[in-house]
């Protein structure tokens, strides 16, 4: 790991958060074939694997980008958190926004239950969009992380952005297979079925490069930059991954897998950042 760490720090910050999330979507894709083998995917495993993704979100969302954001704040006392406060809740809305307007359906729902502006869109296209809105957040955490850790700040590291990127990807993995599992069990074939859940993660490179750019570009943003990602991962978690995680008999397993998640997040970023 130190290698690739070291590898990382000789790369340019915007190519450096475009190949960390090409891992995170290859990760999904990855899940995504499964769909090859296996038709369906047994419950209790798949709540597990909701909760797990889960716990990785939140615990990315303090020790990756919420505590260094504070970190390298300005200030004392209350001045300190302002960017944290304002960055939360403007990532917070943000999600909110988009989920208002952006036809989803978010995975173990009905289509009676799907959300944004209606629609006559395929059940295929609202489950793509849900993770895909999902994965954006996750993207641009990455990239705001890589680009802070370029300018020398004080709380970033590139340890801490190539942890960020495992975590990510490691929870992406079961996403891309809640999205390709339940099209293939409609009938749809085994490839399309791939070809959708892969799509789902696509947009985690474009939203790093965005990332980094911008911290790079605008460098008193970052505390804001990195405090906005962790308001919409938060969001995201509460809005849709619990809720995914709750609506079968397994909500024991989906919270021993969001603790389980929680802890491995936790213990990348302390080892590695």
Request: charged share 10%; proline share 4%; net charge negative.
């Amino acid at each position: 790991m130190n290698e690739i760490i070291a590898y990382f720090e000789t790369l340019d910050p915007v190519m450096a958060a475009f190949l960390a999330t090409l891992f995170t979507w290859g990760l999904t894709a990855l899940g995504a074939s499964f769909v090859f083998f296996f038709k369906t995917m047994n419950r209790a495993l798949f709540d597990g694997m909701l909760g797990f993704t889960g716990g990785v979100m939140v615990a990315a969302s303090f020790w990756s980008l919420l505590a260094p954001g504070i970190e390298m704040s300005e200030g004392e006392g209350f001045q300190k958190v302002v960017p944290a406060v304002v960055g939360f809740g403007l990532g917070a809305l943000f999600i909110f926004g988009m989920d208002r307007v952006l036809p989803h359906l978010h995975v173990n729902f009905r289509m009676a239950d799907k959300e944004g502006v209606k629609t006559p869109w395929h059940k295929s296209v609202l489950l793509t969009l849900a993770i895909t809105l999902h994965n954006i957040p996750e993207g641009l955490a990455i990239g705001v992380l890589f680009g802070g850790a370029a300018m020398g700040l004080e709380g970033a590291s590139i340890g801490g952005a190539v942890a960020l990127a495992v975590g990510i990807g490691l929870q992406n993995f079961p996403e891309g297979f809640a999205v390709a599992t339940p099209l293939r069990g409609q009938g749809m074939s085994r490839w399309k079925s791939w070809n959708y859940g892969q799509l789902s993660a696509i947009v985690e490179p474009v939203a790093a490069v965005l990332g980094a750019w911008a911290v790079l570009t605008f460098e008193p943003i970052l505390p804001y930059a990195l405090c906005f990602a962790a308001g919409a991962m938060i969001f995201v978690v509460v809005e849709e991954v619990i809720p995914e995680s709750q609506q079968d008999k397994y909500t024991d397993i989906a919270t021993l897998g969001f603790i389980g998640g929680f802890m491995v997040m936790m213990t990348l970023d302390v080892g590695l950042g």
